[in-house]
């Protein structure tokens, strides 16, 4: 099953060095984990940010949590 939210994370290379943000805005992925893991709510990024959806805050996540899940290699 196909995520769209993560169809919300865009990458360009003319915008913000090439890191992944949010609808091709000016607002990186890494500013709504940031704001977020300093305990800022939802409801507060959204009011300060108001061309943000609450989607986007979840698309966000959901792109750094696809991003930590890889595969593990173990030596023999």
């Given at each position: 099953m196909k995520n769209f939210l993560l169809d919300r994370i865009t990458v360009d290379d003319a915008k913000c060095g090439g890191r992944p943000c949010v609808r091709g805005m000016r607002i990186r992925v890494t500013d709504i984990?940031?704001?977020?893991?300093?305990g800022a709510s939802v409801e507060e990024i959204?009011?300060?940010?108001?061309?943000?959806e609450r989607a986007d805050i979840l698309a966000s996540i959901e792109y750094a949590a696809r991003q930590t899940d890889h595969s593990v290699l173990l030596s023999a």
């Open positions: 984990l940031e704001l977020l893991s300093a959204l009011e300060d940010y108001p061309s943000l």
